[in-house]
């Protein structure tokens, strides 16, 4: 038992201690007790070596009068990593998932978004369905992004909530991480407007197309060679406005460029994220979680044997 690196490691090594609270996303009350107590276990454990090569056992009394309240302390604590593990697990795989999600509502709005710009010079109206329907999803996967941020930093106020329910600093707490989730909502917010207006011009687009067979095929004209007279097509672009029937062959190259790239980002996003999950969607934070709790339970059941000898 002389060799107690990883603990020791915690304690000694300069930042160790705050990266592995980081990593582990410990409440301040939470790293504070488990940190009082890690100290409490190197002592011991220190006493515990000297006794084992040395005949008397000095320190002997400080073992025999610590150990029993610091062994109920360490089993608390135990017990307490092992369940903040489950939770940090449970919690990241779910928000995983939800990223899977969204990524693939994301990707299939850019696929969507592609057809109807490449549909345009043959299908007016297949290319308002296919646009606006991947306008839709787009909308689905910006509320499932901010979604799943808002569950992630509630999670974690609740649980340092629980940690400390009476504790002051937990205004601040809760504070930043309304900061952190108001921080993300205005971009959201403004993408969500900006789609819905785009969806809105695109239904009634789709109604006047229906309506109108001329209207229809002044589109197509527009977009393949563009021989109408300038009301014609003056009437079409105010008619269709903000759909790829109303883009010249130009603009529709550019945003098809533009949703290529995003596509190339979302497939790649949802790649990665579907082998995490595959992979078991393993949580940093339960890692290092798990890897204090067996350590510890390893030391708690060497200085059990110890104390039984003395």
């Not at 400080?62 to 017990?79: N, Q």
């Not at 883009?247 to 579907?274: P, Y």
Request: proline letters at 2%.
């Amino acid at each position: 038992m002389a060799s107690h690196g990883y603990l020791y490691s915690l304690l000694a090594e300069d930042g160790a201690w705050q990266a592995f609270v980081s990593k582990a996303k410990l409440s301040r009350e939470r790293a504070v007790a488990l940190h009082k107590a890690l100290r409490e276990l190197t002592a011991l454990l220190a006493i515990a070596d000297r006794g084992r090569l040395q005949k008397g056992l000095k320190g002997r009394e400080k073992f025999l009068k610590v150990f029993p309240r610091l062994k109920a302390e360490l089993v608390g604590h135990i017990s307490q990593l092992h369940a903040l593990a489950d939770h940090a697990e449970k919690l990241h795989r779910g928000c995983t998932i939800s990223n899977v999600v969204a990524d693939s509502f994301s990707a299939a709005s850019d696929i969507l978004g592609l057809l109807g710009l490449f549909l345009a010079p043959v299908t007016a109206e297949g290319s308002l369905v296919l646009s606006a329907t991947g306008l839709g999803l787009g909308v689905a996967a910006t509320v499932t992004n901010v979604a799943t941020s808002i569950v992630e930093e509630t999670s974690r106020v609740l649980d340092e909530v629980e940690a400390a329910p009476t504790g002051m600093h937990m205004l601040g707490e809760a504070g930043t991480s309304v900061d952190r989730i108001a921080s993300k909502v205005p971009q959201a917010s403004r993408d969500i407007t900006r789609d819905l207006e785009a969806l809105e011009q695109h239904m009634n687009a789709l109604r006047l197309v229906r309506a109108n067979p001329h209207l229809e095929e002044d589109a197509r004209i527009l977009a393949t060679t563009g021989s109408i007279s300038a009301q014609r097509a003056m009437q079409v672009r105010a008619s269709l406005k903000g759909t790829p029937l109303a883009m010249s062959n130009e603009a529709r190259i550019q945003r098809a460029a533009t949703a290529g790239a995003a596509l190339w980002s979302d497939v790649d996003s949802l790649v990665k994220e579907s082998k995490h999950l595959y992979e078991g969607s393993a949580s940093e934070s339960a890692e290092a979680l798990r890897k204090l709790a067996r350590e510890l339970e390893e030391k708690l059941e060497g200085l059990m044997e110890f104390y039984k000898t003395i």
